[in-house]
């Protein structure tokens, strides 16, 4: 199928606990698509398994149904392509090609954030398919409550049906990940390099194969035995550059409060004087910038705030940013100080 690619399918996706409900969601659809879980959303953090899950949809359904017929696009493509429509006259065909298909796969919809007149057409289009009991699938990279700039009636049509998240793998997950992928290729990687990597990259599968596909490159291009030394050195910037869901929230505010010299409690109080409530805006934002925690989390662990006040608190920084050119080196220290904490 020219959209899909080939590898991603349900053999090579690996189930565990964090994105079984979405992967038997998934599995379930390609069986008997466009009846019990449509539409279906699945959402989730980068690189946790979206897109190869929804093209997995796609591959079997393929396989399942004669003369199915499915399209993926990205939610930019889509948007890409509804304009250059309009551009050339073509608004008949472009709508007849979404609607007339018996899967339609929408990949990383946040894309449509703002996108007024996209948003107007595929909610037109969601319309038609639903009537005609055609399976959608959606993936986004948060919940579609978080979203904003999307109209109320499209919102409420990804919220129909089954809306199910991808959480970050355990250890387990990523270390079956690692070994499958080991041999599917047939290399040598000893089991305490992939344990390194297992407990250096914990939130995003694609920053773990990454750093796999490295070691596996310098042992096939300089022909030697990768060590835990080599496995360390090679991966330096990896480790320090993925999204590092181990951090915890406590750490982050300790080193914020440290930094403004307040106190841990002031981080998580209800105080809300300038000194502390824009130190403690910061910490949020950091907090959203370097772990997978939600929103929901991450308002809990501030104090008992709502998901809001984090959303707002991250725009609030944003936006300094743009007139304050001191607070960005000042954020980007914060983080290598709070990364290097207790190492
Ligand atoms: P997302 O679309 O959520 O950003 P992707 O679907 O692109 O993430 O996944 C990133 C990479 O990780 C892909 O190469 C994908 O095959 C792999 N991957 C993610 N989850 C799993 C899993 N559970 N089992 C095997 N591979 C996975
Ligand atoms: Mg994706």
Do not use: W
């Not at 551009?87 to 609607?99: E, H, L």
């Not at 030697?224 to 181990?246: C, S, W, Y």
């Not at 725009?315 to 000042?330: C, I």
């Amino acid at each position: 199928h020219p959209h899909l690619r080939g590898d991603y399918t349900f053999e090579n996706f690996v189930i565990g606990e964090n994105n079984s409900f979405a992967a038997n969601a998934a599995i379930a659809i390609a069986k008997n698509p466009g009846t019990s879980y449509n539409p279906c959303l699945i959402y989730g953090g980068v690189g946790l398994g979206k897109t190869h899950l929804v093209q997995s949809i796609g591959n079997a359904a393929h396989m399942n149904f004669d003369a199915f017929k499915v399209v993926y696009v990205t939610s930019e493509t889509f948007t890409n392509e509804f304009i250059q429509a309009i551009k050339d006259g073509k608004n008949a065909q472009f709508k007849s090609r979404y609607r007339n298909v018996d899967l339609l796969l929408i990949d990383d919809i946040q894309f449509l954030q703002g996108k007024d007149q996209t948003q107007e057409e595929l909610f037109h289009t969601f319309n038609a398919l639903y009537d005609a009991n055609k399976q959608m699938v959606f993936t986004c990279d948060r919940p579609v409550s978080e979203l904003k700039n999307l109209t109320a009636r499209l919102q409420s049509r990804f919220e129909r049906g089954l809306n199910v998240d991808l959480q970050p793998p355990n250890f387990e997950t990523r270390y079956a990940i690692l070994k499958r992928k080991i041999e599917e290729k047939g290399v040598d990687i000893s089991d305490e390099v992939i344990t390194l990597i297992c407990n250096r990259i914990t939130t995003n599968v694609r920053d773990l194969e990454a750093a796999l596909t490295k070691l596996i490159a310098y042992a096939d291009l300089l022909n030697k035995r990768v060590t835990l030394e080599i496995a360390e050195q090679q991966l330096k910037d990896v480790f320090n550059n993925t999204r590092t869901g181990n951090i915890s929230i406590d750490v982050i505010q300790k080193v914020v409060a440290d930094h403004y010299s307040l106190s841990h409690n002031d981080m998580r109080g209800k105080k809300r004087t300038k000194a502390i409530a824009f130190p403690r805006q910061i910490a949020m934002y950091i907090v959203r910038e370097i772990t997978e925690y939600s929103t929901t989390e991450v308002g809990l662990a501030f104090g008992g705030r709502d998901h809001t006040t984090v959303m707002h608190a991250c725009q609030r920084v944003e936006s300094r940013m743009k007139t304050d050119s001191a607070l960005e080196p000042t954020i980007q220290q914060l983080i290598r100080s709070i990364k290097e904490y207790g190492t």
